[in-house]
Nanobody
Framework: QVHLVESGGGSVQAGGSLKLSCAAS????????MAWFRQAPGKDREGVAV????????YYADSVKGRFTISQDNAKSTVYLQMNSLKPEDTARYYC???????????????????WGQGTQVTVSS
């Protein structure tokens, strides 16, 4: 059974930083991809970042480019999201997602992701 467990959320002031973690278990982690999404109250889910676990290629939403960095520790089957220069509009619940196969789109909606974590709340105050 696949489990994705996020951690690292919290409350920070604008300009601050947080690092989220997503630990995957029961999932064939290598040579696939993993993604971070977020959802604010009353808004659609939004793709934030994707990493291809085989070669480490990364992709970002325009709204977070230059501020967020997705990375991985293959030995731990863990994906991270380093968030710097946080803004109030980054406030959302952040979810880790793993695909059914090897496709990880940032667009939403999509049917690519079979597995989701429970999410971790990030709140940025001005």
């Amino acid at each position: 059974q696949v489990h994705l467990v996020e951690s690292g959320g919290g409350s920070v002031q604008a300009g601050g930083s947080l690092k989220l973690s997503c630990a995957a278990s029961g999932y064939t982690y290598s040579s696939r991809c993993m993604a971070w999404f977020r959802q604010a109250p009353g808004k659609d889910r939004e793709g934030v970042a994707v990493i291809e676990t085989g070669d480490g290629k990364t992709y970002y939403a325009d709204s977070v480019k230059g501020r967020f960095t997705i990375s991985q520790d293959n030995a731990k089957s863990t994906v991270y999201l380093q968030m710097n220069s946080l803004k109030p509009e980054d406030t959302a619940r952040y979810y880790c997602a793993a695909p059914r196969n090897v496709w990880c789109p940032l667009s939403w909606p999509n049917r690519a992701y079979a597995y989701w974590g429970q999410g971790t709340q990030v709140t940025v105050s001005s």
